[in-house]
């Protein structure tokens, strides 16, 4: 029980990490863009 619930945890954790690295690439994207427009 224990077990599944950490590895549930884990899962949901790297899922968010990498929405905000995706986030983060798009901010940086769009500052660069407005740099060289």
């Known amino acids: 029980m224990v077990d599944g619930y950490q590895s549930s945890v884990i899962s949901h954790q790297s ?13 940086l994207s769009v500052i660069s863009h407005q740099v060289n427009p």
Request: hydrophobic letters at 30%; proline letters at 0%.
């Open 15 to 27: 899922s968010v990490i990498s929405h905000q690295s995706s986030v983060i690439s798009h901010q």
